[in-house]
């Protein structure tokens, strides 16, 4: 059987000259791949069709190499009904975060548990409020379902716009989405800023605040989760995703910490057995290991830096990134851009709107970041300043 890693190897060798792999490219081949290819697995995306994607904020690195044998295990229970696959994944993200479980409500990715929260605090004559732009599938799903979606744009720090959510809520509110840090500026809201909006929302309300960031929001002084340090309120919804650091976009799993009666509400409205026997393991391995999470995070920093740098070094100010992606503004539209990078095989943005002339990156792979700055460079006039 052909290799399909060494082919992916030699296809990448040939595109970017032996020099920019020699460093930091072959760093990259860790984690999952050493597992892949250790298991005769076939290699992440990214590696197999030329592609290149900085479009979704994936973990472009993959699962861990524990998380890869975990679901290497479980397959040969996939003749097996999940049964109590969710319960047993809710209880291990209890006791891993010290909550209790029937406050813990796992989805098929946290977007599945915004959809059991659209179904149980929205319909036809309730509203959600939501900032814009923002990650905006729950707006998605609202509409669907006959809600009415009202939009806050972010404040002038590119935030959450917490007073500005304040003032459009009345009696028809059902839920306020709040994602910290924010998609797709990866600007963070304060803690304290955040518990003095909940003290203020009304007691019929969900608050959603979207962690699926946590991870990468880093060492800023004035952020905390609420999931690391909860507060009990019946309002509250607090969702993590296992699709950003954890590398698992394409299992879908996540998960929610809320008030019991409001967890309950969400459990009601997803489907029986939603989690697959393979998702589960590998999300509980996943937690487990907390070491290739600690060099997740830390590769994912050392990566954004040396964007950063090479954003600086043309001329450009990125907007403070406190995720595994970097928005930044620039003399074309973000629709030029994703065009050109496109034609070059490279997947960035979408365009978001108001906007139009910033483009949001994710952070790949050194290698990957390497043909990313030289198809930058390619465009004429780009390099201007744009602040
Ligand atoms: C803010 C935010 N929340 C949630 C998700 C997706 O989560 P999941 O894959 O768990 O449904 C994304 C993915 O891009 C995101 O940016």
């Known amino acids: 059987m052909v290799n399909r890693m060494s082919l992916s190897r030699r296809k990448l060798l040939g595109k970017l000259g032996a020099a920019a792999v020699a460093g930091a490219g072959i760093n990259a081949l860790a984690g999952s791949a050493r597992a892949a290819q250790s298991m005769d697995m076939p290699m992440p995306p990214h590696r197999d069709g030329g592609t290149i994607y900085l479009d979704r904020n994936e973990n472009a690195y993959g699962p861990s190499e524990q998380v890869v044998l975990a679901m290497r295990k479980s397959l040969a229970r996939a003749n097996r009904f999940p049964r109590n696959a969710a319960a047993d994944l809710a209880g291990h993200i209890a006791s ?19 959809k059991s929260a659209v179904d149980a605090y929205l319909g036809p004559g309730k509203t959600l409020i939501i900032s814009s732009p923002t990650f905006d599938v729950i707006g998605t799903q609202a509409a669907a379902a006959g809600a009415n979606v009202v939009t806050v744009p972010l404040s002038r720090f590119w935030s959450n716009d917490l007073e500005g959510i304040l003032g459009r809520v009345d009696a028809s509110t059902g839920l306020i989405y709040i994602c910290n840090p924010n998609n797709p500026t990866a600007i963070l809201n304060s803690r304290s800023e955040l518990e003095a909006f909940i003290a203020k929302v009304p007691a019929n309300v969900r608050v959603i605040i979207d962690e699926a960031y946590h991870h990468f929001a880093g060492n800023s002084s004035s952020y905390a989760s609420f999931i690391d340090r909860p507060v009990d309120d019946e309002r509250m919804i607090v969702t993590r995703t296992f699709s950003k650091i954890y590398g698992l976009a394409g299992l ?14 969400l459990r009601a409205r997803s489907l029986q057995e939603n989690i697959s026997v393979v998702a589960a393991d590998a999300a509980m391995a996943a937690l487990a290991d907390t070491q290739s999470l600690q060099a997740n995070i830390e590769r994912n920093s050392d990566n954004r830096q040396e964007f950063l740098n090479q954003a600086y070094a043309r001329m450009m100010r990125p907007l403070d990134s406190h995720t595994n992606f970097v928005m930044f503004k620039t003399v074309r539209t973000a629709d030029e851009l994703i065009d050109h990078f496109k034609r070059n095989n490279i997947l960035i943005g979408p365009m978001f709107p108001s906007m139009e002339n910033y483009i949001r990156v994710s952070i790949g792979l050194p290698d990957e970041m390497k043909e990313f700055w030289r198809v930058w460079d390619m465009m004429p006039f780009i390099n201007k300043m744009a602040m």
């Open 96 to 114: 891993f975060h010290k909550l209790k479980s029937q406050q813990i409500v796992a989805g098929c990715g946290s977007t599945d548990i915004f």
């Open 252 to 265: 879908r799993v996540g998960y929610a910490f809320a008030g019991a009666q409001t967890a309950q509400a």
